[in-house]
């Protein structure tokens, strides 16, 4: 998941990215941290914790200059420790670097073991730092090179973001797993971002989408900044379908497509394919609601805001202990019993993973009166570990895995539970793309594992 920023050319590079940050805290709140270059040093602030916790004013007098990287963090690799939050930062031959990454190297244990035969010391378990060590072991003479030496090297996903202390790189996979986003802010500077909600905020304009494959490179020229574009491999595109699904911001646009609009079709599709008898339609807050709204018109039966959701407690998803995840359901979520009572309810989530959160929130909706609950999945079911940088468990933790949604139904409580089909997730999402559907379809198109159903993954 994570969210990675960079600003080019920009008075106040460090705040962009700050603001930017804020505006992706979604994707991870870890960690968080920005580099900052000058043109003659990076300087770097990074902890454990949200956006809001790390940084102050005094943080942007040290982090000056018109360069700045930024990460949030969601791990998927590696251990939750602040020596795993990013951006890298490291000096090598030709100076100083920093590196920010969203997704997931695919190779990386076989890439970290063959450094540390040659005899690299590694202070992280992040496959990030890989990227650095590659780069610092190059023989090439300019930096340019050393990173094109690296990316030959590693497999899987990637959106990485490269400051030195003049320049500005930025990569994508050239299977665009992770979606990445130009824009140009009012003071001809430029910004990169997993997300287009970053740009709205710190009023940058839209400019195009980075392609997978591709590499820019952000320098000053005598007009202010420019970048230059290098298709360093063929594309295949491959966006990732849960970024529609669960992961970005509703008013982004993944891909050119708005995903709120996308989440509403998927609810339409899952009416068609599995319709209910009920008399009103819940969202599960907040990534549920689009999905619920399409879902409701599609049956023709009420829509409403049932359960009110605490926006003061994190991600039950990505929770790490069964207990916590528990306690966290309860609260995180409450349901309003008078317009629930005596009613037969729909309840659409945007995906269902282990089972936790469905059966929990079940059981408070038959407490609180409802006369039968029949959830409804605005996604496939859940099958298979994803290892392009999402934290689905094991083959065994995944509810999908080993019951069929009559068996779900039961263990969860549930009347009745459908799921979207793959056929009906991609018309919604629109045919014309080649979606990472991986966890659905256990297609491990990228890295060793190509077109395997039975690879284990991350």
Known sequence: MCAVVGVYGSQNASKVAYYALFSM??????SSGISASNGEEITLIKDRGLVTDIFNEESFKTLAGRCAIGHNRYSTAGKDSVLDAQPVFARYKLGEIAIAHNGNLTNKMEVREELIANGAI?????????????????TQDKLVDRIKDAINKIEGAYCLIIQSRKKMFVIRDRFGIRPLSIGQLEDGGYIVASETCAFDLVGAKYVRDVKPGEMLIFENCENGATFSSEQLFEPDPH????????FARPDSNINGKNVYKKRVLCGEELAIEQPADVDIVL????????????????????????????????????????????????????????????????????????????????????????????MRIAAPEIKYPCRYGIDTPTKEELISNSLTPEQIAQKIGANSVGFLSIDGLTKALGNDTKYSLVSFDGNYFAGGCAESLNCSGN
Request: proline share 4%; aromatic share 8%.
């Open 25 to 30: 805290q979604h994707r991870g709140q870890e």
């Open 283 to 374: 969202p599960v807050p907040d990534s549920g609601v689009a999905a619920a709204m399409g879902f409701a018109k599609g049956i023709g039966a009420e829509f409403t805001m049932g359960i009110v959701r605490n926006h003061y407690v994190g991600r039950t998803f990505i929770e790490p202990t069964q207990q916590i995840r528990d306690l966290k359901v309860k609260l995180k979520l409450s349901p309003i019993k008078h317009l629930i009572d005596g009613k037969k309810v729909a309840i659409v989530d945007d995906s269902l993973v282990r089972g936790t959160t469905s059966r929990q929130i079940v059981k408070m909706l038959k407490e609180a009166g409802a006369k039968e609950v029949h």
């Open 239 to 246: 966006p990732c379908a849960f970024e529609y699904i669960y």
């Open 122 to 138: 590694f202070q992280t378990y992040m496959d990030t730092e890989n990227i650095v060590h590659l780069i610092a072991k190059s």
